[in-house]
């Protein structure tokens, strides 16, 4: 649906609230297939994490996956930027992906299943299975090379996050200011290029504002950000503009609203030594009075910043909620879905505390005026549209060939 054909039905529709009972949140919470495109517990399964058991720090294991009603997780190949100067990136990268294929798949096969295609996605789905995908965060884990893109692809991931928080040689980060590419450089639009000859989703979550136009004109296929929300909302460069979605949609991709405080809440991002230059800067020079050696002065810094973060004001479920509105009357319905970021941010909103809540979100857009079929297309059926577009896009560009 186009976005002003949206905007008049929405006038007519959405945005009226309502009183909701728990069997309408349970029986339109059973219906969705809720696809979250990005989860870091795979940083502690590297270190060793059975999600097996309930734990009790964290946001994932596999009793709250069920109790959350989770249908299929992309987890996150989380590949530092500090691996580029050590040239230990692809091995990162292959650690990540040996943990979701071992750790959690292998060790959990009648709770997983290790999905490829959307269709493997609905298979696990019939089979009372979760389905688990692989994406890669930072391109910089190819170290330049197509043929390393087509190795990770062979072992499952299907999509490439194309920065994390550094420029590399092929692409420039919202990480910092600047960038050696202006955006995208002719290398990095060959592996674009290559991406969709595969059938791997281009994510531009951590990409420059001109990486991500570029990328979006380089692209034969939707694009998607798979953990990020709306400027307008909270003034971050991780997240996205208002023309940046609407642009987005308008190829037929969709943003995946992230639940980190600072995504969400400008009152969060104001208090985060994350986002706020100015309270980082004092940490630093508190650090620095108080130590004499780098490395001491290394251990006060995480210690104050800890610290700073028991003081930071959470955001709340209303906040995602505010996101999920802004961007579907700026692009309409089929531009939303949902990118958590649990286990990869260091505070999540009151409300959605892990992803055993995910009912308490479905329970709000009810009230909030959205219909289960809404719901539906959030949690998860547009996901499904962009991947089902990037491998219908790969076997034409093979078949071309």
């Known amino acids: 649906m186009r976005a002003a054909a949206w905007s008049m039905l929405a006038a007519l529709s ?65 590949v530092p930027a500090d691996t580029v100067r050590t040239h230990s990136a692809a091995h990162r990268a292959l650690e990540m992906i040996d943990t979701i294929r071992f750790d959690i798949v292998g060790k959990h096969p009648a709770d997983f299943r290790l999905a490829a ?20 965060e930072g391109g910089h884990a190819i170290e330049d090379s197509p043929r390393l893109l087509r190795t990770f692809f062979d072992l499952g991931v299907r999509y490439m996050t194309l920065t994390h928080s550094n420029h590399h040689n092929w692409a ?22 290559e991406m969709n000859r595969l059938g791997m989703m281009v994510d531009i979550s951590h990409v420059s504002d001109k990486t991500f136009f570029d990328a979006l004109e380089a692209s034969s296929a939707p694009v998607f950000a798979s953990h990020s929300s709306c400027r307008a909302l909270s003034n971050i460069p991780r997240n996205m503009t208002d023309a940046m979605i609407s642009a987005l949609a308008r190829k037929g991709g969709v943003i995946q609203i992230n639940f980190g405080c600072e995504f969400l809440s400008p009152k969060s991002a104001d208090t985060s030594s994350w986002t706020n230059r100015a309270l980082k800067n004092e940490i630093e020079a508190k650090a620095a009075r108080e130590t004499r050696t780098p490395a001491a002065r290394k251990r006060r810094i995480t210690e104050l910043e800890d610290e700073a973060k028991k003081r930071m004001t959470r955001a709340t479920l209303a906040d995602v909620v505010a996101h999920i509105g802004h961007a579907v009357k700026l692009a309409g319905i089929d531009a939303v879905g949902i990118g958590s970021d649990f286990d990869g941010v260091s505070c999540v909103p ?41 491998e219908a896009d790969s076997a034409r560009l093979r078949k071309a060939k």
């Open 172 to 193: 420039d980060s919202s990480g910092t200011a600047g960038g050696p590419n202006n955006g995208l450089s002719p290398a990095g639009r060959g592996i674009v290029a």
């Open 117 to 136: 295609t959307a269709d493997e996605i609905l298979a696990a789905r019939k089979e009372g299975r979760i389905a688990a995908l692989i994406g890669i």
């Open 350 to 390: 009151a409300g959605l505390d892990d992803v055993s809540m995910f009912p308490a979100l479905t329970r709000a857009l009810l009230e909030k005026g959205y219909t289960g079929e809404q719901i539906v297309k959030i949690y998860g059926g547009n996901l499904l549209r962009v991947m089902r577009a990037a």
């Open 14 to 78: 959405w945005g009226q609230p309502r009183s909701v009972t728990d069997e309408e949140v349970r029986r339109v919470h059973a219906s969705a297939l809720l696809i979250d495109t990005h989860n870091d517990v795979t940083s502690d399964t590297l270190k060793g994490l059975d999600i097996g058991p309930r734990r009790a720090t964290g946001q994932t294991d596999i009793p709250r996956l069920r109790q959350g009603g989770a249908g299929a997780v992309f987890f996150a190949a989380y």
